[in-house]
């Protein structure tokens, strides 16, 4: 029997036990209490700095758009192990895809994922057309028969992922036309041809000795040089135009000017391979580099701004961007930028994701309810494109490309022994672009348009030594509906170098998911249509002069080819100028640079963006004009040259 003491010190130590147990219970209740409004997992609060002291979602620069331009300054910001870089990019890669890489398979990337299918409003001035703008390559004559083309690129490596690859940079008076416009002599042809010469890796050519190699540059990233393939008819071309009155240029991007015909050099590898900014810039190793980050498959819609600075000045202090898949639908992202957001969209969208920011046409802003943060009447104004007509001849010797979209077992056994070829040498036509040769010149030139008063057009270009006409042979004839020829035939492009015409950029909506209003404003000045008359009467003039006149199937009476074009009068021929004007894909000028003082100028010669702090554009939408030539090698430069600078002053 349990003793009262045995009993009392029992009843003592439960009544303990109770108590303990009591306060047991209570610490674990006051103790989730406590988590509840005690915050030990501070990613709950506040983003963790790295070693250099930077958020995980914070950069010295943000580069928007993974384009032409945007990879340059990704690797080359980033060569500074202490700059920090986000690159955002709309698209996806384009290294592994084969119609990007084989230079003759670029066609293929249009009206796919890759594209972002613009057009552009009805022309009044070129037949009421709608013209297609798809973002990224060359030669609207591949596409439906209601539309014309100008690629916008949905793919790292932007352009220079989808275009013809041809790196032929304009006249050296283009240059020093932009110096006097911005007021910054390090536009100048002189001073600015360094920035050309630092992108080059030329790959000499036994078949062409003529070319100067001391005049290229051979370290840069970016291999150019000649094709492993030449169409037969390309010499023929180049010398029925030397016999026309032209000369031969053995280099059309070196002091001595870009008059004359030649074939072109473009940007392909000793693999007969297409070299993207992508490709040359974004290498493994770049990648590599722990500070750069590159997202794809993500569309920024909005520049972030600080409005309540000390100074009054708006400043750039990040961007928001959303899956492009999601179009909006899915979770908004944001990240900052410590020191500046470089905006790269080209030529269509840098313009557009500005003004749905608030930086554009204060009226045109208002008008869709977007906040202006600065009123820029310059933004989406100044739009310049080249212009081109198509001439569609027939051959008679068997030799154009048409196979290479093959109709009978014929065509196909040529395609495949084409790609065998392809594949196991580098060598053959896939390896072609299409264009055979080009030739530059001017329209007042008197030899080769004795016909003409050459007072009554007005003079366009920057001086007399640029060129406002080019003109192009295609090896391989495109119909009116846009397919490839069954039968022999070639094309020739006359392209007006030089437009007076400009159009605009404006937006549909405040919605930065919706295609902008895009009115290039084509052929709208009579000298526009006159001097690319012209360039159809030259065309006319090299296709009957020898030797390429015993290609030419003069004899051909088809009346969906242009053989009939010489016996036209020059009335007839604006008409069919207007109703067959197509772009050549350069579109220009939408965020220009300009001095201070002048009406329209959105940025600086340092490419910042006026009246606000912490932006800068850099695409082809700063180009104040167009150069006479092709726009990829120009905004590699551009980019190339800020980089130079944001790595000056970061120091």
Not at 85 to 98: D, Q, T, Y
Not at 301 to 307: A, G, I, N, P, R
Not at 583 to 610: I, K, N, Y
Request: include cysteine; aromatic fraction near 10%.
């Amino acid at each position: 029997m349990p003793t009262f003491k045995t009993l009392e010190w029992f009843r003592v130590n439960c009544s303990l036990a109770s108590t303990l147990a009591c306060i047991a219970t209570l610490t674990v209740i006051f103790r989730r209490q406590k988590r509840q409004q005690l915050i030990t997992d501070y990613s709950q609060v506040a983003r963790e700095l790295d070693h250099q002291g930077h958020e995980f979602d914070e950069y010295d620069y943000i580069v928007v758009g993974g384009g032409t331009a945007g990879c340059v300054l990704a690797c080359r910001l980033t060569e500074d192990p202490c700059i920090r870089v986000l690159l955002v990019e709309a698209g996806s890669s384009g290294k592994a895809l084969a119609a990007s890489r084989i230079p003759s398979a670029w066609k293929y990337l249009f009206r796919t994922t890759h594209d972002y299918k613009l057009s552009t409003l009805p022309q009044p001035h070129a037949g009421d057309q709608k013209i297609y703008w798809p973002r990224g390559g060359y030669f609207g004559c591949f596409h439906s028969q209601q539309y014309s083309n100008i690629t916008r690129a949905r793919l790292l490596g932007g352009c220079s992922s989808m275009n013809a690859m041809m790196a032929h940079y304009g006249a050296p008076s283009d240059f020093d036309e932009f110096a006097e416009i911005v007021g910054d002599n390090s536009w100048c042809w002189e001073n600015f041809k360094q920035h050309f010469l630092k992108f080059e890796n030329y790959l000499p050519s036994s078949r062409f000795p003529n070319l100067d190699v001391s005049q290229r540059g051979t370290s840069g990233p970016m291999s150019i040089g000649y094709y492993a393939y030449t169409w037969k008819g390309s010499e023929m071309f180049i010398n029925a135009c030397v016999n026309a009155g032209m000369s031969f240029n053995p280099d059309f991007n070196t002091s001595n000017g870009t008059f004359g015909v030649n074939e072109t050099v473009t940007y392909t590898d000793c693999r007969s391979l297409r070299v993207s900014t992508e490709a040359a810039y974004l290498t493994p190793t770049v990648l590599a580099r722990p500070n750069l980050k590159v997202v794809t498959e993500a569309r920024v819609t909005k520049v972030l701004f600080d409005t309540s600075t000390r100074n009054g000045i708006p400043r750039a202090t990040g961007v928001e961007f959303s899956s492009f898949a999601e179009k909006g639908a899915g979770k908004r992202f944001r990240a900052r930028a410590r020191k500046e957001v470089i905006v790269c969209c080209g030529a269509v969208h840098t313009p557009q994701l500005l003004m749905v920011s608030g930086i554009g046409p204060g009226t045109h802003l208002t008008e869709h309810n977007i906040p202006v943060v600065v009123d820029h009447p310059g933004v989406g104004s100044n739009l310049y494109d080249h212009v081109t007509c198509h001439m569609r001849l027939a051959e008679k010797m068997g030799i154009s490309l048409g196979y290479l979209q093959p109709r009978d077992l014929h065509a196909k056994f040529k395609l495949w022994r084409d790609l065998l070829e392809y594949q196991l040498w580098g060598t053959g036509p896939l390896c072609s672009n299409f264009v055979g040769g080009a030739a530059f010149c001017r329209s007042d030139d008197p030899v080769l348009f004795p016909e003409y008063d050459h007072d009554k057009v007005e003079d366009s270009t920057s001086g007399p030594s640029s060129p406002d006409l080019e003109l192009m042979v295609m090896s391989v004839l495109v119909h009116a509906d846009r397919s490839l020829g069954i039968g022999n035939g070639y094309m020739l492009l006359p392209a007006l170098l030089r437009p007076t015409s400009v159009g605009t950029i404006r937006l549909k909506s405040a919605d930065p998911w919706e295609d902008p209003l895009i009115d290039p404003n084509y052929l709208s000045t009579q000298h526009d249509v006159d001097v690319l008359v012209r360039g159809v009467r030259l065309g006319y003039k090299i296709a009957h002069t020898p030797p390429f006149s015993d290609l030419t199937d003069s004899a051909n009476d088809d009346p969906n080819l242009d053989h009939h074009f010489g016996r036209l009068s020059d009335d007839e021929l604006r008409q069919i100028v207007r109703s067959r004007a197509d772009t050549l894909f350069h579109p220009v000028g939408t965020c220009a640079m300009g001095r201070e003082d002048t009406a329209g100028s959105v940025l600086d010669s340092q490419m910042r963006v006026r009246r606000v702090s912490g932006l800068r554009v850099c695409d082809a939408s700063i180009l104040p004009k167009l150069v006479s030539g092709h726009t990829t090698g120009v905004v590699i430069a551009a980019a190339e040259k800020l980089a130079d600078i944001i790595k000056a002053e970061y120091k």
